[in-house]
């Protein structure tokens, strides 16, 4: 197969653990014989920078006419910092997926055996857990009208759904249940907000195309709690885009390290993969990123081209190197830590 993916490396420690997947992706395309062509965009700060813009045309051409998009991280403190910057990096983000269209994340949540005992949670706690949420990704709150008023003494955000928003997200979720367990939770606030009454009432008029699938709605608050007592007893999650964005990142520490977490923003046309762990500005060119999650994301990518075996020898290759301890400081409990590019070259070379 011929690949051609839109490579967005973006900010702090992203070039980095892009570099890794890069290479074990290249590994994986010598050995099953495919053939990939990256073409690399700039995106978030570094495209500030450089032409003023955090998601540029010329970068939304790249992507729009790739396979798939294969993205690092973005954000910086200079603008973190300063919360008047007229532009963000974060604003690029958020065009891109409103410009794409990547209307659901797909961010899973699993544990591997060699690191049961470093989870914050108990081991009895999070055993088994393999979960999936799938968030709205263009929608809600992040893209209501938002400002200020009385002299910028008031400020609001409004949050505004479409019932053909929920439907399409809620689809994928009915359509994943049905390949896992066949249980789907709506996670909502629908005794408070009017968005969670429409998304609740949406989710139970589809109940009768997918008669196999055992439906729970629970409030998000709720899950919250039970998430950190009870995670293996979720399977698949659907939920709003301000909902998704907090929950997705309690359940990524359950593992050990969000470092370890791929994910996968969907769209009609193209997706886009990337790992959960964010900039991680203090860490950049240190050498001691964590690149599995990006790997594994890397993987999610050959998955969702149908490529089952070429993204099977990527998490194999991940599993045994968590086994063998050839991982980075977060991992290393204080034995030997190993740097990002030596992770990268060992996951290479073993696939």
């Known amino acids: ?54 998601y540029p045309d010329s970068t939304h051409e790249v992507c729009k006419n790739a396979d798939a998009v294969l993205f690092g991280a973005i954000g910086h403190p200079k603008y973190d910092n300063d919360p008047s910057a007229p532009v963000r990096p974060e604003q690029g983000l958020l065009k891109m997926r409103k410009k794409l269209g990547l209307f659901a994340n797909v961010r899973p949540t699993f544990t591997f055996p060699s690191l049961l005992d470093k989870s914050p949670l108990k081991r009895e706690r999070i055993e088994g857990t393999d979960l999936v949420f799938l968030r709205e990704l263009t929608g809600g709150i992040y893209f209501g009208e938002k400002g200020r008023k009385d002299n910028g003494d008031t400020a609001y955000d409004n949050c505004v759904y479409t019932r053909e928003e929920v439907q399409r997200l ?18 909502d ?20 195309d997918y ?45 050990g390290s969000m470092g370890l977490m791929p994910s996968a923003s969907m769209g009609a046309e193209v997706s886009l993969f990337e790992p959960i762990h964010g900039s991680y500005p203090q860490a950049t060119g240190l ?24 993204g099977k020898a990527m998490r194999d290759a991940v599993n045994k190197a968590l086994e063998a301890g050839v991982v980075t400081e977060d991992l290393a409990n204080g034995g030997k830590a190993y740097g990002t590019k030596e992770v990268g070259d060992w996951l290479a070379a073993n696939i």
């Open 170 to 187: 809620a689809k994928k979720g009915f359509e994943l249940a049905m390949t896992r367990s066949k249980k789907l939770c709506c996670v």
């Open 287 to 310: 050498n001691i990123a964590n690149p599995m999650a990006t790997v594994l994301s890397a993987a999610m990518m050959f998955e969702n081209f149908g490529l089952a075996e070429e």
């Open 1 to 54: 197969m011929k690949l051609n993916i839109a490579l967005l490396a973006g900010d702090g420690i992203g070039p980095e653990v892009i570099d890794q997947a890069v290479k074990v992706s290249d590994a994986v395309a010598q050995k099953f014989g495919h053939e990939i062509t990256w073409k690399p965009a700039l995106t978030g700060a570094a495209a500030i920078d450089a032409v003023g813009e955090p």
């Open 211 to 255: 008669p196999e699938v055992e439906v729970s709605y629970e409030f998000v608050d709720a899950v919250a709690m039970r998430l950190v007592q009870w995670p293996n007893s979720y399977d698949v999650l659907i939920t709003e885009n301000l909902f998704g964005d907090i929950l997705t990142d309690e359940a990524s520490v359950i593992s």
């Open 189 to 208: 606030k629908a005794n408070v907000l009017e968005t969670s009454r429409l998304w609740r009432e949406t989710v139970q008029a589809m109940e009768k």
